[in-house]
């Protein structure tokens, strides 16, 4: 396998075999380890994460950055390691170069995974909740890296659309504006996470797992040098009603103003304000919706890699 000569890359033996026979692969962020969940849940969503890509007939690549290196494919004890590490930091992508640098132990992000799968030649990637335009973006300009990384990494991304928390119409609008096609699988609204619907059409929806494998390499084919979404929404028995958790949002963003959280810190602050708020139910939905997503994108990875044996990578 070829990996940028400057970027020192740790590819764990499953995953280095499964893409050098062109077997599906499917990346997944480290970020969700150490800033989503408490331990020991977060380690063990992780594992059932990583199975539910299995289940899908995938092989999971988690991705972090230590000792100046990327490792795509995290151990058993790397996780562990990630999972009850005191305060790794988030890294996005701007962060990676500094913290490969320094060799410093980061938690990426959906965008700065999406820089290493792409690198790493992995082309798709699972994740639950994607960033996006956050409420009151107007006069904060806080916009998730995500976005702006998915207009320039040539990664298929498998989500349940993005944060509830966020403004999902504009997160909408600015895909649309950066020309980033956004697929919904076998359903008609856009997803908010740990919800079914943002409330949203999506702007296409597409049943058929060799069509949406179709529509990835059309999109390469054309020249699109960005990624491509596709949603899925959390199953139902999983699903919080909005009802249940808008004002519970809108009180925790206010809290975050008032505490004066800014920048990176945001997203992690209003989602643990949520989840105490509704005693646990979010990060519970939180866990079941990452599974989901995982098995879907194992499964669409599958589509995807059999497309490719056939008619060779764009
Ligand atoms: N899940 C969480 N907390 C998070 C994230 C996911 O429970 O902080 C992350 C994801 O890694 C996503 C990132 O890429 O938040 C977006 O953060 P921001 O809005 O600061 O760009
Ligand atoms: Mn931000």
Known sequence: MTTHPHVPFVVSAEVSEALSEGRPVVALESNVITHGLPYPQNAETAHAVESAVRRGGSVPATIAVEDGKILV???DSDIERF???????????RDLPV??????RGALTVASSVVAAELAGIPFFASAGIGGVHRGAETSMDISSDLVQFTRSKVAVVCAGAKKILDLGLTLEFLETHCVPVVSYRSDDFPAFYCRSSGFRSPSRVDEDEVIARAIENHWALGGHSSFLITTPIEAEDAIDSEEVDAVITEAIAAADRDGVRGQAVTKYVMRAVDAATHGRTSRANAAVLINTAEVGGRLAVAHARLRAESGPV
């Open 73 to 75: 494919g995290m151990t």
């Open 83 to 93: 999972a009850t590490g005191p305060d790794i930091p988030k890294v996005s992508s």
């Open 99 to 104: 913290a490969l640098a320094q060799g410093r």
